[in-house]
């Protein structure tokens, strides 16, 4: 075994994925421990982030979520520092929380991306109505947990939407609605891992699905016949090395009517708490938790 020093795992933090950062984090400190990695919790909300060094710690095991967790701050921090962490550095996680640029750049690489549109104060809403056909999907850019994220069915309803959300974070994208089925495709050490399907009971994945239900179905592996589980993890590496994205992280997917797969967002710290996608498709290729958690250490850098 690697010698990693003394391991803080980065979690809580001040975003308001909080909670789920900490459940995450209290699993990943168990599990480092069960390999003999000598791992402590470290939360930068109660701990100013620069006593990592006074105390001793060696690597950054980086679990916090959202804002200054996974949007380069904290990254930018570790740099400073000049503590290795795990996961995406400060530029891929910038764009990774940004859905707009990640589709630009997903875009002018010919990779698949549902058709869009940005909505502004000045826009032609009939036109892009026209264009994308309802019903369609608008979201906010940089928010995440499917905050703000509208399905508009009716008719003549975009300005409304658009007023409704344009004090959301980035800008607000107009989506073509695609649905044929949801998926998501971990990406680990520049690999991509089994892909899971996910069958909300609600109409789309949003936020009470994915936070207060037990009734959303996840599969793995999935339904993809071989050849598209071949394409989801190719599309899913080159999506993640398309922002620049390092150590682990996750490429969420739509399937059209016709079975196209179009890439819908990427998450560069994806969740690790015992019921969360990665660790379930990691399982399919015979990596248990705390072996993948040791995994994603391996992956810590800096610079
Ligand atoms: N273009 C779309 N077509 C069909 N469903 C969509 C589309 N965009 C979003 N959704 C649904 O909304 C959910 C949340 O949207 P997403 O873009 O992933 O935002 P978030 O970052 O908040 O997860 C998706 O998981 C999916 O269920
Ligand atoms: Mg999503």
Redesign the pocket.
């Given at each position: 075994m690697q010698n990693f020093g003394k391991v803080a795992v980065l979690m809580g933090g001040f975003s308001s994925e909080r909670e789920i950062s900490l459940d995450s984090g209290a699993a990943i400190v168990e599990a480092l421990r069960s390999k003999g990695v000598d791992a402590h919790p470290f939360d930068p909300k109660e701990t100013p982030l620069g006593e990592l060094k006074t105390q001793g710690f060696q690597t950054a095991f980086n679990i916090l979520h959202g804002t200054y967790g996974e949007d380069g701050a904290v990254q930018g921090a570790l740099e400073l520092l000049g503590i290795p962490y795990t996961g995406s550095g400060v530029a891929a996680s910038a764009i990774g929380m940004d859905?707009y640029r990640c589709k630009l750049i997903w875009q002018a690489l010919g990779l698949p991306v549902?058709e869009f549109a940005v909505l502004r104060e000045d826009s032609d809403f009939e036109a892009v109505e026209q264009s994308l056909g309802l019903p369609?999907?608008v979201?906010p850019a940089a928010?995440?947990?499917?905050?703000g994220?509208v399905?508009v069915k009716e008719s003549g309803r975009l300005k409304a939407v658009y007023e409704e959300l344009k004090h959301l974070q980035g800008e607000i994208i107009a989506?073509?609605?695609?649905?044929g089925g949801?998926y998501s495709c971990p990406v680990l050490g520049g690999k991509g891992l089994p892909s899971i399907r996910?069958i909300?009971a609600t109409e789309?994945?949003?936020y009470e699905a994915k936070y207060n239900r037990d009734d959303t179905v996840y599969q793995c592996p999935s339904d993809l016949n071989d050849n598209d589980e071949a394409l989801i993890r190719e599309l899913a590496v080159r999506a993640a090395d398309a922002v620049g994205a390092q150590g682990c992280s996750r490429v969420?997917f739509?399937k059209d009517e016709a079975g196209k797969l179009y890439i819908?967002?990427i998450n560069t710290l994806p969740g690790m708490t015992g019921h969360s996608l990665v660790p379930k498709s990691a399982a399919q290729t015979g990596v248990g938790f705390a072996d993948l958690c040791v995994e994603i250490l391996k992956t810590a850098h800096v610079g």
């Amino acid at each position: 075994m690697q010698n990693f020093g003394k391991v803080a795992v980065l979690m809580g933090g001040f975003s308001s994925e909080r909670e789920i950062s900490l459940d995450s984090g209290a699993a990943i400190v168990e599990a480092l421990r069960s390999k003999g990695v000598d791992a402590h919790p470290f939360d930068p909300k109660e701990t100013p982030l620069g006593e990592l060094k006074t105390q001793g710690f060696q690597t950054a095991f980086n679990i916090l979520h959202g804002t200054y967790g996974e949007d380069g701050a904290v990254q930018g921090a570790l740099e400073l520092l000049g503590i290795p962490y795990t996961g995406s550095g400060v530029a891929a996680s910038a764009i990774g929380m940004d859905k707009y640029r990640c589709k630009l750049i997903w875009q002018a690489l010919g990779l698949p991306v549902p058709e869009f549109a940005v909505l502004r104060e000045d826009s032609d809403f009939e036109a892009v109505e026209q264009s994308l056909g309802l019903p369609m999907f608008v979201k906010p850019a940089a928010e995440g947990s499917s905050v703000g994220v509208v399905k508009v069915k009716e008719s003549g309803r975009l300005k409304a939407v658009y007023e409704e959300l344009k004090h959301l974070q980035g800008e607000i994208i107009a989506e073509r609605f695609i649905g044929g089925g949801e998926y998501s495709c971990p990406v680990l050490g520049g690999k991509g891992l089994p892909s899971i399907r996910i069958i909300p009971a609600t109409e789309f994945y949003d936020y009470e699905a994915k936070y207060n239900r037990d009734d959303t179905v996840y599969q793995c592996p999935s339904d993809l016949n071989d050849n598209d589980e071949a394409l989801i993890r190719e599309l899913a590496v080159r999506a993640a090395d398309a922002v620049g994205a390092q150590g682990c992280s996750r490429v969420d997917f739509l399937k059209d009517e016709a079975g196209k797969l179009y890439i819908l967002e990427i998450n560069t710290l994806p969740g690790m708490t015992g019921h969360s996608l990665v660790p379930k498709s990691a399982a399919q290729t015979g990596v248990g938790f705390a072996d993948l958690c040791v995994e994603i250490l391996k992956t810590a850098h800096v610079g």
